[in-house]
């Protein structure tokens, strides 16, 4: 399976944009990059995913490298409401695996 | 996004006793579901995949006769724990698959064995 790295945390102001990071190296042609959230206690919440082209949709962008070898998500304005752990995944194949995500904490 | 119904949302029970949680694809055909667990402060795991009519497929380490998954229908799947100890405490999640790229989570439900 595609690995991915994240950091484990990260502050943001309110307000400001968040630029999470991720490394998957090992990204295969035909896999896509997913990110999700998880509040606390809550079943994760799809944000975006994309192959190589950069996506944009309500709640995030997502830039990926052109050897795909890393991608960064970025909250445009985050408010406290974004606080959450965000997990970058590999698909391959139906499934998701999980790492170990980055616990993004928006202070005011 | 697609809707993924669970419940329980919360359940305790005694120790020995099985209990059933339901994870319902409520606006579209899950043709496959994948639950996970979740310990406190820790990441999600895959527990088994089940396809529609077919036998559950578990990962490596999770009992079979432990955790039953029943995937009988497009539209719902079901996960029960039997004979449930304290160490089956967990919050478990639930999600399925459409035939295109997208994979919607259930809300959770939090297993509290006494």
């Known amino acids: 399976d595609a690995k991915t790295t994240q950091p484990t945390s990260m502050d943001c102001a309110e307000g400001r944009a968040a630029n999470l990071p991720c490394n998957h190296s090992?990204?295969?042609?035909?896999?896509?990059v997913y990110w999700y959230r998880q509040i606390h206690s809550q079943g994760p919440q799809y944000i975006i995913h994309?192959?190589?082209n950069n996506e944009t949709n309500e709640m995030a962008s997502l830039i990926i490298t052109e050897d795909r070898k890393s991608s960064t998500l970025i909250l445009p304005h985050a408010t406290l409401r974004d606080t959450a752990v965000y997990y970058c995944?590999?698909?391959?194949?139906?499934?998701?695996?999980f790492g170990s995500g980055t616990q993004l904490t928006v202070l005011p | 996004g697609a809707v993924v119904s669970q419940h329980p949302s919360r359940v305790i029970c005694k120790s020995g006793t099985s209990v059933k949680i339901e994870c319902r694809s409520l606006?579209?055909?899950?043709?496959?579901m994948f639950w996970y667990r979740q310990f406190p402060k820790k990441s999600l795991m895959l527990m088994a995949t089940?396809?529609?009519?077919?036998?559950?497929?578990?990962e490596q380490g999770v009992e079979k006769d432990k955790f039953l998954i029943n995937h009988a229908s497009l539209t719902l799947s079901t996960l029960t724990v039997t004979s449930a100890h304290p160490e089956d405490s967990s919050f478990y999640i639930c999600?399925?698959?459409?035939?295109?790229?997208?994979?919607?989570f259930g809300s959770g439900t939090q297993l509290s064995v006494l």
């Open positions: 995944i590999v698909r391959v194949g139906r499934q998701l695996t």
């Open positions: 090992t990204i295969s042609g035909n896999e896509y």
């Open positions: 994309g192959l190589k």
């Open positions: 606006d579209f055909q899950a043709t496959t």
């Open positions: 089940s396809n529609e009519g077919s036998k559950a497929t578990y």
């Open positions: 999600s399925g698959s459409d035939t295109g790229t997208g994979l919607f």
